[in-house]
């Protein structure tokens, strides 16, 4: 019963709406496959095959439907020097292991790792997507492309995709901005950029093909760097996407699912003649504003994109630019967080150093794992931090005994407060009390420097008495301690 409920949900919910934004998302994911293509150094086709075969395979098997999944930026710059120097086979063969690691992330749970992203870095992640899209339309609006018609088509498509939904949303705004401003270019003949002028459209449906490549180690060695990194750049945009697509129809996804989604995707359209891709935040922003929440949209979008560069491929060339331009301004403009300038007045420092940093790193580098990875960094730097400031200390003597109360969070982050507080080489005392009671010891750093204390105030002849090791903390001096018996001969370990 679960099962026929998620099928009418996924595949028969409001079809019309999850039709249209799927033809929606097929037309402007055309111009973006053929310039990822280039990015990569291969032939336009490999991006929209890959395109085609992705989005329609994680319209079966994703975890988050409404998402969309194609070949994007972030993968196809980093097989280009694999490209260059071994040839496109070699591409083909990166993808299908590309697919093998992801799989193998999902079986690990890796997907688990998202938690430790914190929202600054998702915000900024988002933010500099954002801008990152704007970025790639500018090409198209300066140069040779620097014309009056240009910037009035941008303008009259930004005004009906903004326009049209206070009048009717029964047809995605953007949709209609494509054909109306596509009819006026055909029938009036302006001179702007196409479709067509990216990149040679294919005339052919993709046929599965084994890489032609050597089966040997030497050939795993070339290629095994590339898919890691294409496994874990296209999960992690994957998985942060996901939980923006989550967040925009407040929905869960399944993030498990999802990463053995894009691993059988990337595997599956390796065979293809296709380049990895990963979920596109700008083309989902575009299905969820288009009315597309569930698979039906996603699935048409890859099989709509298929059709239109194969059958209608001589018309779709006729598609103006601008029209595109503008849809992408759009999906830039919607994606931003516009509300994060508000926030930096509110939020604490260090979250907006983490998020802008993040922004700043991706903008700077156009390479979105490494804004996030600054992001994470930071954000675990800025905790430890803070949770070593939660460290607590309390001294007292009392005759010839020295009292030490420790309360907080020992971590290798904070050990050194520990040591610092102790007092060594102290004639007048005979005894030292160390109370625990309010403190929980966390690594094998905390372990070590107490083992430390106790072992140079052993050997000044001093009695030291522990009291207040908790069971958790017991247990770790009792399997990571190098030196049991100061531990044993107080009584502590396994207490």
């Not at 990015?39 to 336009?44: N, R, S």
């Not at 319209?59 to 194609?70: K, N």
């Not at 694999?82 to 690691?101: H, K, P, S």
């Not at 992801?102 to 997907?111: E, P, S, T, V």
């Amino acid at each position: 019963m679960a099962i026929h409920r998620d099928f009418k949900r996924d595949w028969l919910t409001n079809p019309r709406s999850e039709f249209l934004a799927g033809l929606v998302v097929a037309l402007a994911l055309i111009p973006e496959a053929i310039g990822f293509s280039l990015i990569a150094g291969v032939d336009p086709r490999v991006g929209l095959y890959a395109s085609f075969s992705i989005a329609v395979i994680i319209a079966l098997v994703g975890g988050r439907p409404g998402m969309i999944s194609a070949a994007t930026a972030a993968v196809a710059v980093l097989v280009g020097p694999l490209v260059r120097e071994y040839g496109v086979e070699y591409l083909f063969a990166a993808t299908i292991l590309m697919g093998i690691f992801q799989a193998i992330a999902g079986l690990l749970r890796l997907d688990l790792l998202m938690r430790f992203v914190s929202r600054s870095v998702i915000t900024g992640f988002v933010n500099a997507l954002a801008i990152l899209i704007f970025m790639a339309q500018l090409p198209q609006l300066t140069g040779d492309a620097l014309n009056l018609p240009t910037y009035l088509m941008v303008a009259a498509g930004l005004a009906i995709i903004y326009g049209l939904p206070y009048i009717t949303k029964a047809v995605p705004s953007p949709l209609v901005a494509i054909v109306l401003i596509s009819a006026i270019a055909i029938y009036y003949g302006i001179d702007v950029n196409t479709v067509g002028e990216e990149g040679a459209l294919p005339d052919s449906l993709p046929v599965f093909h084994i890489p032609q490549i050597p089966i040997t180690w030497e050939t795993l060695v070339i290629i095994a760097p590339y898919s890691l990194a294409m496994a874990a750049v296209g999960l992690l945009e994957s998985l942060l996407t996901a939980g923006i697509v989550d967040d925009m129809t407040e929905t869960r996804s399944d993030k498990k699912l999802e990463t053995y989604g894009q691993g059988i995707a990337n595997f599956v359209t390796g065979f293809l003649g296709g380049m990895g891709g990963c979920a596109m935040i700008g083309q989902s922003v575009i299905n969820i504003k288009s009315g597309g929440r569930h698979r039906l949209s996603t699935f048409v979008a890859g099989v709509m994109l298929l059709i239109l560069i194969v059958a209608l491929g001589q018309w779709v060339a006729l598609i103006p630019m601008p029209a595109l331009v503008a849809i992408m301004i759009f999906v830039s403009i919607s994606t931003f967080r516009w509300q994060s300038f508000l926030e930096i007045r509110e939020h604490p420092l260090p979250s907006n150093i983490v998020m802008i940093a993040t922004v700043a790193v991706v903008v700077w580098t156009h390479d979105l794992s490494m804004g996030v990875l600054t992001g994470v960094l930071l954000s675990g730097i800025f905790f430890a931090y803070k949770v070593r400031q939660l460290v607590r200390m309390d001294v007292r003597v009392e005759g010839r005994t020295h009292f030490y109360d420790f309360g907080g969070e020992i971590f290798f982050g904070s050990v050194d407060l520990m040591y610092e507080a102790m007092e060594f080489n102290e004639d007048n005392i005979d005894k030292v009390v160390i109370d625990v009671h309010n403190a929980h010891f966390w690594d094998i750093s905390a372990i070590g420097m107490l083992e430390k204390i106790v072992a140079r105030l052993q050997k000044e002849g001093k009695e030291v008495e522990i009291i207040g090791l908790n069971q958790a903390s017991a247990s770790m001096v009792e399997r990571f301690s190098d030196h049991e018996k100061p531990f044993e001969s107080l009584g502590v370990v396994g207490h």
